[in-house]
C-alpha cells in the first residue's frame, strides 16, 4: 500500500486507486468491515470531491457544556446557538456560512437542514462553520449525529472545558483514531476565564501531554473563553488560514485513505516480502531450462560468429555464407524489419520431467511469499503464485524471443568497409596487372612502372590487397569468436528478467504497492 515516492508524493486520485486495489485484494480474504470501510472512505472521498472545494467545513464538537454554541455565537458575531444550563441545548446541528454562494449541494450532502448566513468576515470567506450535538449527549440520536459529521467534515475543531479535557471518551473513541488527522484538527480549550492564569498554564501542559500520548502531538491548541472573548481572534485566525489554502478538504481524505490502509495493513498481518532469493533462483532455473534457454545461449555464440563472418569476412569468399542457415533463424529467434516477434518459436517444448520442476519451484515460492500471513490471506497468496500459469509457455517463449535479438556490433560496419578498401584495392591491382599484360601481349610500347623496393605498384596493390584482406578477416573471426563468449552469457541474463519479474508478481507483492501508495511510507514501493 504507498503515499511518498520520496522527493514528491502521488496525488489524492492515485492514493484512492490504490485503496480500492487493496480493497479488491482484500476481499474475501480480510473482515468484510475493514474492507467496507475502505471501499466506503473512497466512495465519500469521490462524493466530496464532486462537491464545492471552495468551501471548507468546520465543525464545534465537544462534550456536554463544554461551550460550543456560545464559541459559535462568539466567532459568528450573533446569537443563532441556543445557550442554556439545560443539558443538551445543542439537538440537531446546525450550519454557519460566509459566502454561501455554491454551498447548497454540500450542505445537502452534509444533511444538515439549519443554515445561517453570516454578513461580516471576509477573512472567512468560503467556511461552514457547524454547531454539533454533544458527543456525550445521553441521547442516542445525537451521538450518532455527531459520529455521522466527524467523519465528513474537513476541519475538526474539539472544544474542551478544564474539567473534562482528560475524559476518556473523548481521548479513546475520537482523537486516538484520528491520531493520521492532526493537520486537519484543532484542541481549544474554552471556559480559561474560571480559572487563574497558572492554572490555565498547567490545564494547557496537561492537555498537550494527553494529546502527544494520543500521537497528536504538534496539533495546534487554544485557551479561550467564549464569555469573555479572550482567545477568541486567536481561534478566528486559524480558521481564516485553514480556509484560505483550500485545501484542507483534501488533506482531510489523505488522512482518511492512510487511516483505512494502516486498519487494513493490521488486519493482513506482518507485510511479507512477497520473495525468497533462493526460492527465486530455483525458479529461474527451472524456467530457464523449460525454455530452452542452454539451446538457446549455444545459438547465439554460432549465430554471432556467422553474423560477423558474413558482415567482415573477405569479400571474394563472404558470400559463401549466405548459403549457410543462421542458426537463430533455425529456431525462428529473428525479428521482422519492424522489430516485432511473429508467432512462436521453435524451440522444443518443456518435458514432462522439467514442467514438475517449474509447478514445484512456482509451489515453493508461493509458500515463502505466503509465510507469516494470516491463513486466508496466504491461501490466496498462493493461488496467486498459481494465477495464470497456463499462460507461462508463451510467456516464456515470447521473454526468450525479445531478449535474444538485438543490434549488431558497430565495429562489423567499420571492418566492413575496411575490407571493400582493401579489395578495391586488390581489384585495382589487377586490372593495372591487366593494362600491362595487354600491352605487352599487342607489342605496344611498355608505359614507365613505378616500384616499390623494385617491386612494381601493380602488384604491390593487388598482393597487399588480398593479403589485407584475410588478415582482417581473421582478426574480425578472432575478435568475433572472443565476444561470443560474452554474448552467451549475456543473452542469458537477458533472458532472466522476464520469468523472474512473473514470479515475483505475487498478490503480496500488490499488496506491498498499495500499501505505498496510500500510506506513503518511503521505501515501500515494488
Known sequence: MKVLRGRRGPSLDERLTALLEAATLADGVLPDDEVEAARAVAERAGARRSLSVEHTVAALAGATGSGKSSLFNALTGDTLAEVGVTRPTTSASQAALWSPA??????????VPRRHVVADGDDLSGLILLDLPDHDSIETSHRLEVDRLVEVVDLLVWVVDPQKYADAALHERYLRPLARHRDVMLIVLNQIDRLPPTAVERCLADLRRLLEEDGLGGVPVLAVSARTGEGVPALHGQLADRVATRHTWSARLAADTATTAEALAAQAGERATGKDGRQADRLGKALAEAAGVPLVVEAVGKAHTHRAVKATGWPVTRWVRRFRPDPLGRLRLRQTRQGEIVGRTSLPEASAVQQARVDTAIRDVGDAAAAGLPAPWAAAVRRAARHDVAKLPDALDKAVSTAVTGRDPRWWR?????????????VAGALWLGVLFGIDYLRLPEPPTPTLLEIPWPTVLLVGGAVAGVVVALLSRLAAWAAAGGGRAGRGRRCAPP???????????RWRRSWGAMTGSPGQQA
Open 414 to 426: 567499420v571492418a566492413g568497409v575496411v575490407q571493400w578498401a582493401v579489395f578495391a584495392t586488390a
Open 499 to 509: 520469468w523472474r519479474r512473473w514470479a515475483r508478481s505475487t498478490c503480496s507483492i
Open 102 to 111: 455554491g454551498s447548497e449541494a454540500l450542505l445537502d450532502w452534509l444533511e
